[in-house]
Antibody, heavy 120, light 107 residues
Framework: EVQLLESGGGLVQPGGSLRLSCAAS????????MSWVRQAPGKGLEWVSG????????YYADSVKGRFTISRDNSKNTLYLQINGLGAEDTAVYYC?????????????WGQGTLVTVSS | EIVLTQSPATLSLSPGERATLSCRAS??????LAWYQQKPGQAPRLLIY???YRATGIPARFSGSGSGTDFTLTISSLAPEDFAVYYC?????????FGGGTKVEIK
């Protein structure tokens, strides 16, 4: 059974940093591209970042470019999102999501999300 | 950035009725479009990809159509568990983008 378990969210002050993790199991993690998608309270879905199966290619939304860094450790079956320079607009539930096929960015499995709250 | 516009914002229907949801892209996305369902407090669930391919385990009452800039998600006969928010998503260009969502509510 495919499982994605996010962690690392919490309350952080404006300007602060967090590292989110997503532990994957039930599939060959190293064979699939992965992404982070976020959802602000009461709002729609916003794709944040993606990474290729081997980790050599990364992609970002303009709203986070230069502040967020996606990475993965295929030996640990874990996806990461380093988020710096947090602002109130970054308050959201952050989901990690698995692509249905390597390189094809449709998401067939999602974690339950980790909440990031930016507030002083 | 490709903007996806979903309409209507809210659809009020009764169980058993047909639901037709629209997603319009600001430029062609070919057939590289997906649909997701999201219920309160849950992660999204993939329904349709490549515009018309049902994901594993998705009931046949869900169907997708369209190409280029205009896409439709049809639920042929609404089941009680289908009342939710639906999003479209394109993967033609970076950044990936989602539509703003259509809420299907019980009339």
């Amino acid at each position: 059974e495919v499982q994605l378990l996010e962690s690392g969210g919490g309350l952080v002050q404006p300007g602060g940093s967090l590292r989110l993790s997503c532990a994957a199991s039930g599939f060959t993690f190293s064979s699939f591209d992965m992404s982070w998608v976020r959802q602000a309270p009461g709002k729609g879905l916003e794709w944040v970042s993606g990474i290729s199966d081997g980790g050599s290619s990364t992609y970002y939304a303009d709203s986070v470019k230069g502040r967020f860094t996606i990475s993965r450790d295929n030996s640990k079956n874990t996806l990461y999102l380093q988020i710096n320079g947090l602002g109130a607009e970054d308050t959201a539930v952050y989901y990690c999501a698995k692509t249905i096929i390597a390189g094809k960015y449709y998401f067939d499995y999602w974690g339950q999300g980790t909440l990031v709250t930016v507030s002083s | 950035e490709i903007v996806l516009t979903q309409s209507p914002a809210t659809l009020s229907l009764s169980p058993g009725e047909r639901a037709t949801l629209s997603c319009r892209a600001s430029q062609s996305v070919s057939s590289y479009l997906a649909w997701y369902q999201q219920k309160p407090g849950q992660a999204p669930r993939l329904l349709i990809y490549f515009a018309s391919y049902r994901a594993t385990g998705i009931p046949a009452r869900f169907s997708g159509s369209g190409s280029g800039t205009d896409f439709t998600l049809t639920i042929s006969s609404l089941a009680p568990e289908d009342f939710a928010v639906y999003y479209c998503q394109q993967r033609t260009n970076w950044p990936l983008t989602f539509g703003g969502g259509t809420k299907v509510e019980i009339k």
